[in-house]
């Protein structure tokens, strides 16, 4: 399910069927079994979020909240997005918001499947390069 947390008419336009088909086409390319909730909000939600649970205070882009293992063919866990981060990002690389989405939700997809482009030597990038090209 995608909830959206803005009030701001820049994003009124978001398709929220349209990102939660690409979201589950995502997760079964993938292989996770479990059902996954995205959160679209603000950057200041991000950077609570981010301050929270990473201990980072500052906003992101995404970040990915797996669920415990003992539930995860029910549920893999969760998204949280910030929607003005995804806009400045798809200004900056000349495509859509919606397609800075997508791009988003993958990566967040991938986190959840347990790739870590933090400490793996380049095999999420090259999932995640993969996957755009197929979906």
């Known amino acids: ?65 797996p669920a415990p293992a003992e539930i995860a063919t029910q549920h893999a866990g969760d998204l949280a997005i910030s929607l003005e981060t995804a806009a400045r990002q798809a200004k900056a690389y000349g495509h859509t918001l919606a397609d800075e989405l997508r791009i988003l939700i993958l990566h967040g997809l991938l986190h959840l499947n347990g790739m870590d482009h933090e400490t793996d030597t380049g095999e999420m990038a090259a999932r995640d390069a993969e996957l755009r090209t197929q979906l």
Do not use: C, Q, Y
């Not at 979201?23 to 603000?42: H, K």
């Open 1 to 65: 399910m995608i909830s959206i947390d803005s009030t701001s008419a820049e994003f009124a336009g978001i398709s929220k069927p349209a990102l939660s088909r690409f979201a589950n086409s995502a997760r079964r390319a993938i292989g996770l079994a479990g059902e996954v909730d995205i959160l679209l909000s603000t950057d200041a939600e991000l950077k609570r979020l981010n301050r929270s649970f990473r201990g980072k205070n500052k906003p992101t882009d995404v970040l990915s909240f």
